[in-house]
């Protein structure tokens, strides 16, 4: 984690954000008036209850959907301001994702399943390609699993395949969503190392959500959402 808090380098910030869904005849009110900021390169978690708002949250940080009011920057840019086309591009160069239940290809091999979120890059030429993807495989130790399948790896493995494609396309950001939820306790630990050791190496910023408050003991910085509000931070 550096801290680097006299440079106050602001990667993302949101500005009193609020999103409401409507279920049928009922109004979902999932965020409340939020404001949160990250700072380049730092490691943060978010703590919260089911429900309690955060994977509304990591879906707006990460322009997968769009606030009703406030204000989300991210990286300087006010993403409200943006057309649909401008932040898909956003989210395909910044932005990396890693889901709870891992959304691999079945029927597509390790390689190309990491490959998969550099193929809509058509400016990337095949063998940049290709070796963006070996450095990514090696960077979660799964050089040697490039022609398996998923169904022929163990759930850790399928994870670390998850974060190799998130991190294939050298994201500033990465954004986690409950990352661990499926894993063993020995495997979430490794899994977190992980994390940090590629926090700390490449300089990518990294958001991760998580209901467990026992697994983020050694995370530097840690919201608290409850309700779609940020309760503490510490
Ligand atoms: P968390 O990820 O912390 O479990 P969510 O962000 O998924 O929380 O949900 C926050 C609130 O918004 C919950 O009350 C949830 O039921 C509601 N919600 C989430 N997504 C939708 C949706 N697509 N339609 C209606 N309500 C939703
Ligand atoms: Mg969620």
Redesign the pocket.
């Known amino acids: 984690m550096t801290d680097s808090a006299d440079s106050r380098d602001h990667f993302i910030q949101l500005k009193n954000v609020s999103?409401t869904?409507?279920?049928g005849e009922?109004q979902?009110?999932?965020?409340k008036d939020l404001n949160l900021e990250l700072r380049k390169g730092e490691f943060t978690a978010l703590i919260?209850?089911?429900?309690?708002?955060?994977?509304?949250?990591?879906?707006l940080i990460g322009c997968l959907d769009r606030a009703d009011s406030g204000e989300i920057i991210l990286d300087g840019q006010p993403v409200s301001r943006l057309s649909e086309r401008e932040l898909g591009d956003l989210r395909n160069h910044k932005i990396g994702f890693i889901f709870q239940s891992f959304h691999l290809i079945p029927v597509l091999n390790v390689f190309e399943n990491v490959e998969l979120p550099l193929t809509i890059r058509p400016e990337i030429p095949e063998s940049e390609r290709k070796s963006l993807v070996e450095q990514a495989l090696k960077d979660v130790g799964l050089e040697t699993f490039a022609h398996h399948r998923p169904d022929q790896l163990s759930g850790g493995q399928r994870q670390r395949v998850a974060i190799a494609r998130a991190l294939v396309k050298r994201p500033a950001l990465i954004l986690a969503?409950?990352p661990t939820a499926n894993l063993d306790s020995e495997t979430t630990r490794k899994m977190i190392d992980l994390l940090f050791e590629l926090n700390q190496k490449r300089q990518i910023t990294f958001f991760f959500?998580s209901?467990d408050d026992k697994l983020i003991s050694r995370v530097a910085r840690i919201l608290r959402?409850r309700d779609?509000q940020i309760e503490s931070v510490s």
């Open positions: 999103k869904y409507q279920l009922t979902v009110p999932a965020l919260g209850a089911s429900g309690s708002g955060k994977t509304t949250l990591l879906n969503d409950e959500c209901h959402i779609g």
